[in-house]
């Protein structure tokens, strides 16, 4: 449960602390792709709360609550800086952003979205900074919460009315908040997601939501307000380093990058800055020999530079020769031998394709001893299943040698087929039954022999039992499917026969028998077939019923022409019961 704490002269200790820390961590800053950061852009001017539709780029999350933009050239309550939410001053610009995330009253958020003007890329470490302040005088709202976070996220966030966003935020400033000043966050952040948008507030309930009032006096002390400047999300840049070593005669001096002079052997760190952090490292070294001559060797990277003593670059192995005069006329020869790392030929040896039900796979790199790395590796193996089922996987191979990184990347398509059979069906006794396959592959049915094709995806089958086939798909990439559906047969009247009224006599092992089926038929007592000029052509007495006994379809030996037949015929059931059918057969090729 939250509490509320009436909290008006100083912050609690470990914010103080965290505040100092945030300060002193500086860092390059790339691009910026968090659009309007500062909220200067817009297409009119604010005069009232919750006018936030005049920022553009910026929105709310498509739900009742609502942002507050204030704008000095606003009216009314939307103009700063004698605002309605506070007497506060733009940290730079004319624009700030407000939202509330938490009021006494009722459940009650409000958020800010904004698309990012290029997705963010995977595995790469983003600085994120902002500034907030509760307002220096004159405020609205008198409380502090905790959990004032950023969401990253591929698309737009949906707030339902005004309660939380149900989300767990990446970033997130730890404990309560309050500051009267324009205070700094920063974050170093690596998404596992390409995020295309970005959104500010607080998405936890109130039960989960600490608040401490600060300022009891405040219209609505219960209720807090934090407002947004200079927000910004780009990639880190790693700082150079630069190595320069120097030999000089001894009498002469050197002069260090930061300015300073020595005539003495000194190792010096010199950090440049500028306005936005850390520019560079130079490290130099400078000996004063008595000697004129120095060897030395060094070594560097594909793709890397290296600075001579009289500050040429080189970026290739060699031996290098400098010759570094001194005002005394005393030269210093100095011989550098530098090698290179080359970049190794590094050969994956990973399928491009896999199935998802393959279960993990050997990743093999040469030459060996580097580390893989991506979605579902674990060491030299991937899974499919912990990468994240069917999809693309980018997979990623280092090698160091010589402290020289190389970096391979390849990708791994992770295939799923899929069959279904259908659901279960119940069918009279002399019924046919129509199967429907829907697959990703190629179709099989068993038992095969049960139908009039059984590599198609609409089979017919006529059944007197129960029976369930199994539908197996195999795809292009040999991915297998597996699906079952059961027909089950009921039989109504058991005394009860069916005559087929057509067959197919082809010899093809389906449907090559014209003969009465029935579970109940003990004996074929009398069975005739005429041809339509009343000339029997088929006669059999007490035979045994089931799929190949019957008619076969021939006359003296030869095979009949395709039509229509007269039959007659007499069975005698378990029970004794003696029963007569006739009627027409149809005899197709």
Known sequence: MHTLKNHTKQFPIRFKLLLILLLTVSVIKAQNIVPNPGFEGHSGLPDSYGDWGNCHFWFNCAGEGSPDYLHTGGSSVAQLPNSGLALVTPYEGDAIMGISTYRGDYLHREYITATLTSPMIIGQTYVVSFRITNGFSGWYSGAGTNHVGVYFSTSFPVQVGTDPIDVTPQLEIPGVVWTEEWTYYEFLFTP?????????????????????????????????????????????????????????????????????????????????????????????????????????????????????????????????????????????????????????????????????????????????????SGPGVIADQFDPLLAGGAGNYNITYTYVVNECSFIQQTNIQVEQNYADAGTDQTIQFGSRVNLHAVCGGDIIWSPAALLNCADCADPEALLNQNTTFVLTSVNNYGCIAIDSVTIIVIHENPDDFFVPNTFTPNNDGLNDYFSPLGLAIETIVHFEVFNRWGECIYRAENIAPGNNSGWDGTYHGAPVQEGVYIYTVEVKYVTGIIAVKSGNVTVLK
């Open 192 to 372: 596992e997601t390409s995020f295309s948008h970005i959104t500010f507030g607080n998405f936890y309930g109130d039960d989960e939501t600490d608040v401490t009032v600060f300022k009891p006096a405040a219209i609505n002390a219960t209720r807090s307000e934090y407002l947004f400047d200079d927000i910004y999300v780009g990639l880190m840049v790693t700082p150079p380093v630069i190595f320069i070593d120097t030999t000089l005669c001894s009498g002469n001096t050197y002069t260090l990058p930061d300015g300073s002079i020595t005539s003495t052997a000194i190792t010096d760190t010199t950090v440049l800055l500028t306005a936005g952090g850390v520019d560079s490292t130079i490290i130099t070294h400078v000996e004063f020999l008595n000697e004129i001559t120095v060897a030395q060797s060094a070594h560097i990277c594909a793709d890397e530079q290296y600075v001579l003593p009289d500050g040429n670059t080189v970026n290739s192995a060699g031996i290098y020769t400098t010759v570094l005069p001194a005002a005394s006329g005393c030269d210093s020869i100095i011989t550098t031998t530098l090698t290179q790392t080359t970049t190794p030929d590094i050969t994956l040896l990973i399928p491009e394709f896999i199935c998802l039900d393959a279960g993990n796979i050997q990743l093999e790199a040469y030459p060996e001893g580097g580390v893989f």
